[in-house]
């Protein structure tokens, strides 16, 4: 199976930038479907942004929509989050994922959780104001 392993977080004020990137091995990311997901302290884990396995559609949540931005380096064999104008509500740990493509609609994003079944260790990304 294909392991992932996040890196990137750390402590930034409001306003700022951070990159997170998602390091796959084992097999080869661009087989998946993948995406970024974070958890908060007290809350359940929620969906940020996908990447669909064919054709390179995107999906956000609207809570991140036009400031955080997914995307897929084959040549790496890695998956990115840019992430700018972030806020503390954005504090959370993050997470990669990664699932099989859906063989009827491999366009398609899916955003639930236990949708995919292969996961990184998460990285912290804390905001402060």
């Known amino acids: 199976q294909v392991l992932l392993v996040e890196s990137g977080g750390g402590l930034v004020q409001a306003w700022g930038s951070l990159r997170l990137s998602c390091a796959a091995s084992?097999?080869?990311?661009?087989?998946?479907?993948a995406g970024w997901f974070r958890q908060a302290p007290g809350k359940e884990r929620e969906f940020v942004a996908g990447?669909?396995?064919?054709?390179?559609?995107?999906y956000y949540a609207d809570s991140v929509k036009g400031r955080f931005d997914i995307s897929r380096d084959n040549a790496k064999n890695t998956l990115s989050l840019q992430m700018n104008s972030l806020q503390p509500e954005d504090t959370a740990v993050y997470y990669c994922?990664?699932?099989?493509?859906?063989?009827?609609?491999?366009?398609?994003?899916?955003?639930?959780?236990?949708?995919?079944?292969?996961w990184g260790q998460g990285t912290q990304v804390t905001v402060s104001n």
């Open positions: 994922a990664a699932r099989n493509p859906t063989l009827g609609s491999p366009g398609v994003v899916l955003t639930a959780p236990g949708q995919y079944p292969y």
């Open positions: 084992r097999r080869t990311l661009s087989s998946y479907a």
């Open positions: 990447v669909a396995w064919s054709g390179d559609r995107t």
